[in-house]
Every structure is written in structure tokens, then in C-alpha cells.
């Protein structure tokens, strides 16, 4: 599926001397299921990033001739993430704990996450719900000899993520 963008230029916004951010949230909230957003602006728009994480959206960053910037602000599938080596999460057994860690500033669900599964047995699977994508993470996880799969829920706010214990010699 093909992603339609809707186009916003806060560079006229700009040049008048007027805060472009109400009108970009307004084009936001304006977006159909599924569309994204471009948006051109004179300088890379920086904070705006992690406000879209946020919303659901990854961004694309391209600098144009003249240096100005276009943005492609695309709405987060519900694609699934794997370890390399990871079997079909479906015929994995249902998760024995299942952990809420949105609220936690990272490393600390890193922490408590790698600190679980010390606790449990190979095979065994915990399930656990994070603010962002847990970049960091999963090279640990592989490392360590886990599986994992993940994906953002159907609002893009919250990472939802299970591991499967990997052997006790991994």
C-alpha cells in the first residue's frame, strides 16, 4: 500500500515572523487514517521530530536545493520486528509475566527487562509494553541468545514487545 502525503510549506509561516507549530498540528490532526505528512520548512525541524514519534510518525528528512528541508512524516505500520533468528511468534507459549514500562525513562526498561528474564526459564516468554522502540535493546537481547518480536500498537504511542528466553549456555 502506497502512502498519500498531504503537503504543508511553513516556510511562508516563517517569513512572516509567525510559530508555524498550530498549524502543523492542525494539518496533523486533519490527516485521514494511513496518509502522512511533508512538510518544507527552511531548517531541519528538530524538536518537531520526537513530537511525531509520539503521535505515530517516523520521519524522512531530505535537505532541497537552496537548503531548504522536506520532511515525509509517514504513519507507523503494524509491521513486525524480529531477532534474526526468531521463529513464528504464534507458535511461541503465551507470556508467564507481562510488564507496563511506558512510564519508565530509559535504560531503567532495558534494565528491568534483561534483570526478568535472568529470573525465568528457557523457552519462557515475557511480554512487555514501552514507551518507544527499544533500539538499544535488541542487539542485548540477541547477544544473550533471546527472541523477540515487537511493533507499535494501532495508535503508534506504545511499543508492545515479547521475548523468548534463550538457552541457559547462550
Known amino acids: ?12 509561516i516563517l517569513a512572516s515572523g509567525d510559530e508555524p507549530f498550530q ?7 486533519a490527516l485521514a487514517p494511513g496518509q502522512g505528512l511533508t ?12 513530537v511525531m514519534e509520539k503521535k505515530g510518525f517516523a520521519h524522512q528528512v531530505s535537505e532541497l536545493e537552496g ?3 522536506e520532511v515525509r512524516f509517514l504513519p507507523r505500520g503494524t509491521e513486525v520486528l ?16 507481562e510488564f507496563d514500562f511506558s512510564d519508565l525513562d530509559p535504560p531503567q526498561p532495558m534494565v528491568r527487562i534483561l534483570s ?9 516468554v515475557l511480554f512487555v509494553v514501552l514507551a518507544r522502540e527499544p533500539i538499544f535493546l535488541f542487539p542485548e537481547l540477541t547477544k544473550r541468545g533471546h527472541q523477540w518480536v ?10 508492545r514487545m515479547m521475548v523468548k528466553r534463550g538457552s541457559a549456555d547462550a
Open 1 to 12: 500500500m502506497v502512502t498519500e502525503f498531504k503537503e504543508l510549506d511553513v516556510r511562508p
Open 23 to 29: 498549524a502543523i498540528m492542525a494539518a496533523v490532526e
Open 39 to 50: 512538510l518544507l520548512a527552511p531548517f531541519k525541524p528538530q524538536p518537531l521530530f520526537s
Open 67 to 69: 537548503g531548504d528541508f
Open 82 to 97: 524480529a531477532s534474526e533468528d526468531a521463529l513464528a511468534a504464534d507458535v511461541w507459549p503465551e507470556p508467564i509475566r
Open 116 to 124: 526478568e528474564l535472568e529470573t525465568m526459564s528457557p523457552g519462557e
Open 150 to 159: 515487537g511493533n507499535y500498537d494501532k495508535s503508534g504511542a506504545a511499543f
